[in-house]
């Protein structure tokens, strides 16, 4: 199975910028397609981004469409998520996931076998 680390996380004001990263042990990540979720206080985890095991598509939820980017490095074993333009609303702690179905990209929580620990983004105004 595969291991994942997150790291990057902090406190920024809005409007500035954090990358995140989550780095893979035990397997190669290029055997996943990969994830970030995060859960921010008082509420349920949410999707954020997917893509796919190659790095060719990508996926994201509309509230951060145009501000993040989600990216992987195979060679290196890390999945990025890039966030740009930060908003209080993005406070929360960020989860990578690893699935390793057939499927292309994944946005569901259940459908993901292995989670990081989670980094905290606190954004403020």
């Known amino acids: 199975q595969v291991q994942l680390v997150e790291s990057g996380g902090g406190l920024v004001q809005a409007g500035g910028s954090l990358r995140l990263s989550c780095a893979a042990s035990?397997?190669?990540?290029?055997?996943?397609?990969m994830g970030w979720f995060r859960q921010a206080p008082g509420k349920e985890r949410e999707f954020v981004a997917t893509i796919s095991r190659p790095g060719t598509t990508t996926y994201y939820v509309d509230s951060v469409k145009g501000r993040f980017t989600i990216s992987r490095d195979n060679a290196k074993n890390t999945v990025y998520l890039q966030m740009n333009s930060l908003e209080r609303e993005d406070t929360a702690v960020y989860y990578c996931a690893a699935d390793d179905s057939l499927r292309t990209l994944v946005t569901a929580q259940r459908a993901y076998d292995y989670w990081g620990q989670g980094t905290q983004v606190t954004v403020s105004s």
């Open positions: 035990g397997r190669p990540l290029s055997n996943y397609v």
